[in-house]
């Protein structure tokens, strides 16, 4: 039996958090962890510190990285995973207030898969998640690795 998709979520507004679980729990999307900052995503992929338990903590099968994140930034997220060859196949999806294009196009340099302004209804962030969420089940994606940990 497969499992659930599980989501990693680094965000660090707690309204854009609300939003979030809100539209998640409208698509049915029930496996998910937030992180407030790019440290904590980092942390998660290695399997560190509080993260070490997989059943508690299930290895991601994509991440939703706000690029505006304190401490370790999304950018700084997306290059870490670029820089880590066992890592850089997992789906990296940037959400975004700025639609500028240097943003747009450093993300996808440093190996995002998709960038997205973030939705500013919770409809809006419905859509685009159903969208992104069906997305990622129907895309084939490569095995990481058999220790579900990154770096």
Same mark, same amino acid.
């Given at each position: 039996m497969a499992r659930? $998709?599980? #989501? &990693? +979520? =680094?965000? *660090?507004n707690p309204q854009e958090i609300f939003v979030y679980e809100h539209a998640f729990k409208r698509i049915g999307i029930s496996s998910y962890t937030f992180v407030n900052h790019g440290d904590e995503a980092i942390r998660y992929l290695q399997a560190n510190g509080m993260y070490a338990d997989r059943t508690k903590f299930p290895f991601p099968d994509w991440l939703l990285i706000d690029l505006r994140l304190p401490r370790t930034d999304g950018f700084d997220v997306l290059d870490w995973l670029y820089k880590h060859q066992e890592c850089r196949v997992i789906p990296a999806v940037a959400f975004s207030d700025s639609d500028r294009d240097q943003d747009v196009r450093r993300a996808y340099e440093l190996g995002a898969n998709a960038y997205f302004l973030k939705p500013t209804g919770i409809q809006q962030? +419905? *859509? $685009? &998640? =159903? &969208?992104v969420d069906h997305f990622? !089940? +129907? =895309? !084939?994606?490569? #095995?990481?690795n058999g220790t579900e940990r990154c770096g």
């Open positions: 659930s $998709t599980h #989501i &990693l +979520v =680094a965000e *660090d962030m +419905v *859509d $685009t &998640l =159903a &969208l990622w !089940k +129907v =895309a !084939k994606s490569p #095995i990481v």
